[in-house]
């Protein structure tokens, strides 16, 4: 039972232009969501997060907007560099879950 | 910066063999988590300790141990290990479930089982 579901396995994009990475969840319990950014032969690292409370996140080029009615959140980046080329993760965490993060499959941007 | 090391980027077992990887984190953190990743399956929930000798079992916990007996040192064992069990492992601390905190991750193991 995929709880968060990335339904994009790639996305190619031009350097410059905007980049639009997409996440769907289903457990409404869910009150915090995260992206995470991982080169080849790296660990995850974070990028940016939101909580429940909030609609939108924005950290320099990167933007996160969560739509709790329908269950979805999206991560952009303006504008869109090379080095941004790697696998993109969605996470969500459960207040019941002792901060378990739940992730999505991952998008190779 | 928090720092998550994990003893080794790359390791070699054979099929049966007791396998043990270890992760130690310097930031004083309380919870650390154990996890694995393939190819079109995301960051898969081995294993994770919100305290010092406290687990509790993730989505995957089948054919795999865990133990914390201090704060900064969280292992992973594979009792025996088989060929299934082949994978990048990832280890990834966070600082207290009160607080939202975003989990850290090492640069991961790359585990074959041969």
């Known amino acids: 039972d995929q709880q968060v579901k990335q339904n994009s396995p790639s996305l190619s994009v031009q350097e410059g232009r905007i980049s639009i990475l997409n996440c769907d969840y289903t457990n409404s319990m869910f009150d915090y969501f995260l992206w995470y950014k991982k080169y080849p032969a790296e660990g995850p690292t974070f990028l940016i997060s939101?909580?429940?409370?909030?609609d939108k996140n924005e950290d320099g080029r990167f933007t996160v907007f969560l739509n709790k009615s329908a269950k979805h959140l999206s991560l952009h980046i303006v504008p869109s560099q090379p080095g941004d080329s790697a696998v993109y993760f969605c996470a969500a965490s459960d207040p019941r879950g002792n901060e378990k993060l739940t992730f999505g499959t991952g998008t190779r941007l | 910066d928090v720092k998550v090391t994990q003893s080794s980027r790359y390791l070699v077992k054979r099929t049966g063999e007791k396998v043990f990887l270890e992760c130690v984190q310097d930031m004083d953190h309380e919870n650390m988590f154990w996890y694995r990743q393939d190819p079109g399956l995301g960051l898969r929930l081995i294993y994770f300790s919100y305290d010092v000798k406290m687990k509790e079992k993730g989505d995957i916990p089948e054919g795999y141990s865990v133990s914390r007996e201090k704060k900064e040192r969280f292992s992973l064992i594979l009792e025996s290990a088989s060929t299934n069990q082949t994978s990048m492992y990832l280890c990834a601390s966070s600082l207290s479930s009160a607080l939202n905190q975003p989990q850290h991750f090492g640069d991961g193991t790359r585990l074959s089982i041969l």
């Open positions: 939101i909580s429940s409370i909030k």
